[in-house]
């Protein structure tokens, strides 16, 4: 026999194929059925992109960025007029139209990461898949929809300060709340009245 031969029993490697198709058949499945049962995601995963348009101030910012060019922003200008009385009318964009191509877009999150008002976040759901290409541009109305399904923020870490955007926001607040006409009248606690009895 020379050296490259082996000296093999007839139906052995039937038996060693059947073992292996026995250990695979009793092997716990890694795969889940999809859509029987749904993967369960980690919070920052990229399926879409929801607009909170209320925060978007038609800066075109993301869809200059965007390297796909699959971002449509169509707006027009409104005055608005002036703070005081002689003051100067200034004008506003308004948004007329946001789409997201996603039949385009490659989910690398520039657009998200440029804005600077916190108008663009990233959902998990991806089940937006159709039959027509021309379906998987998503307007306005439909990014809004996503918003409601963006998850919340992680926590800060213990003892870390305030993010800026909650301390402005604070600050804001405190600046157009009206002063109250009765603080006058209201009666002051012992501890804010002062001691005068001796
Ligand atoms: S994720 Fe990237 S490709 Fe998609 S819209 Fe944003 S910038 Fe464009
Ligand atoms: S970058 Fe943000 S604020 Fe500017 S147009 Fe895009 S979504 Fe709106």
């Not at 663009?120 to 290409?133: G, K, Q, R, V």
Request: a negative charge.
């Amino acid at each position: 026999m020379s050296d490259g031969q082996r000296e093999t029993t007839p139906g052995a490697g039937l038996v060693k194929g059947l073992a292996t198709t026995l250990k695979t058949m009793v092997t716990p499945s890694h795969t889940a059925e999809y859509p029987h049962r749904l993967p369960e995601l980690p919070p920052r995963s990229r399926g879409v992109i929801g607009l909170f348009e209320e925060n978007c101030t038609v800066c075109m910012l993301c869809a200059r960025e965007c390297p796909d060019w699959c971002i449509y922003i169509d707006s027009h200008k409104e005055p608005v007029p002036p703070a005081r009385p002689g003051g100067r009318e200034r004008s506003r964009n308004v948004l007329d139209r946001f789409a997201i191509d996603y039949a385009l877009c490659m989910y690398c999150g520039i657009c998200i990461e440029a804005c600077p008002f916190d108008a663009l976040f990233w959902s998990p759901e991806f089940e937006y898949a159709e039959y027509d290409i021309r379906d998987m541009t998503h307007e306005r109305d439909r990014l809004r929809e996503w918003m409601w399904t963006v998850p919340p923020p992680p926590a800060n870490d213990p003892g870390a300060p305030a993010p800026k955007e909650v301390d402005a926001a604070a600050k804001t607040a405190a600046k157009a709340e009206p002063p109250r006409s009765n603080d006058a009248a209201r009666p002051q606690p012992p501890w804010e009245a002062g001691d005068d009895g001796g």
